[in-house]
């Protein structure tokens, strides 16, 4: 494998490192009861911190004119982002950090269902590349059904006994609201699916992305200051001490908002945007086992289940269109030779 190769391969395999450990990390700050929208203030503001340097070395010199569309869809994109970390942790409060990673293998499949309605994609059902997508995602939809609704039996990896009776009144009133948490973790795949949407918007009328981004952060932790502050108002709830809490707002804001997003954005100008999504089971698999390993949570039989399911799903969707590139890639050198053998 050429280095190139093995290079885009590390990049992947990085966002996923780090997309998993802000999994990890917001749900271990999440039972202790953390404020939700404090969180999201200061991880939008280190976010914002964290691109400034990009947006201005790569794009200072950029004439930036600021309309109403531009304004709107800036505003937009914030209140996606703002949206869709309040369901997620809230969301992750009732769940474990390994369905949620699982229910998000879903945002490539609402991406594509929102780009349908907003007719910036269209579905050709007469070609096999449109049914398999369509399979893709009606198989996905089943998985993510047979996730929350089915639990089944637990799995523990690590000996579990000794921590039963001190965790039994927490297990039973986390899993007691799953269904609660289920649809708030579906919901925050949605508004982060709806993101694309507004992002692509945003960028056909702003075509900063550094800067894009970073006024986004700025924009949705106003956002959130402002929500925060008229759901709790108490200083105890915005304080910072340097504990875990502390860890995950720069984790998120440097490592997830910022790294991931350059290094997700280098991959697919090299190999498209269907290459980093294929990696999302690594992730997946990652979470899974470092929150049975150090949290002691359970793996439940019905997940596993639904996770085989949406992966299978999400391999079909995205095994359409890949395989139509691949095609109309064959056929481009084909034509290329026999111009080339005609012209020789």
């Not at 200072?60 to 869809?73: L, N, Q, T, Y």
């Not at 804001?253 to 990696?279: E, H, K, N």
């Not at 969707?317 to 030779?337: A, N, R, Y």
Request: proline share 2%; with cysteine; aromatic share 12%.
């Amino acid at each position: 494998m050429a280095l190139a190769s093995w290079l885009v391969l590390a990049a992947v395999l990085l966002a996923q490192v780090f997309t998993a450990t802000l999994h990890i990390l917001s749900r271990v700050i999440m039972k202790d009861g953390t404020f939700v929208y404090a969180v999201i203030t200061y991880r939008n503001v280190v976010s914002a911190l964290s691109i400034a340097p990009l947006a201005y070395y790569f794009e200072r010199s950029a004439e930036k004119k600021f309309g109403r569309a531009v304004c709107f869809w800036l505003f937009a994109s914030a209140a996606t982002v703002t949206s869709n970390s309040a369901f997620y942790y809230y969301g992750l409060r009732d769940v474990t950090a390994t369905f949620a990673t699982n229910l998000y293998n879903l945002v490539p499949i609402f991406t594509f269902l929102l780009s349908l309605i907003t007719r910036t994609e269209k579905l050709d059902l007469r070609t096999k590349q449109g049914k398999i997508k369509t399979f893709g995602v009606l198989l996905s939809l089943v998985g993510a059904l047979v996730a929350s609704l089915y639990k089944g039996k637990e799995l523990y990896i690590v000996y579990h006994h000794q921590h039963r009776d001190s965790q039994t009144v927490t297990t039973q009133n986390s899993h007691g609201h799953w269904a609660r948490g289920t649809i708030l973790i579906i919901a925050s795949c949605l508004t982060r699916a709806l993101w694309f949407i507004v992002q692509r918007k945003l960028l056909a009328v702003f075509p900063f992305k550094y800067t894009a981004i970073m006024l986004q952060g700025g924009i949705s932790s106003t956002q959130s200051a402002v929500i925060g502050l008229c759901l709790d108002r108490h200083v105890a709830a915005w304080k910072l001490g340097w504990n875990l809490e502390l860890l995950a707002i720069v984790c998120s804001g440097t490592l997830y908002s910022a790294a991931t997003f350059c290094l997700q954005s280098w991959v697919i100008s090299i190999r498209g945007p269907t290459y980093p999504s294929m990696f999302n089971p690594v992730g997946l698999i990652f979470v899974t086992v470092t929150e049975a390993l150090l949290l002691g949570e359970a793996i439940r039989v019905g997940s596993l289940i639904g996770m085989i399911v949406i992966l299978a799903g999400l391999y079909s969707f995205l095994w359409g269109p890949k395989k139509k590139e691949d095609g109309e890639s064959e056929s481009t050198t084909q034509h290329v030779i026999r111009d080339r053998v005609n012209a020789g």
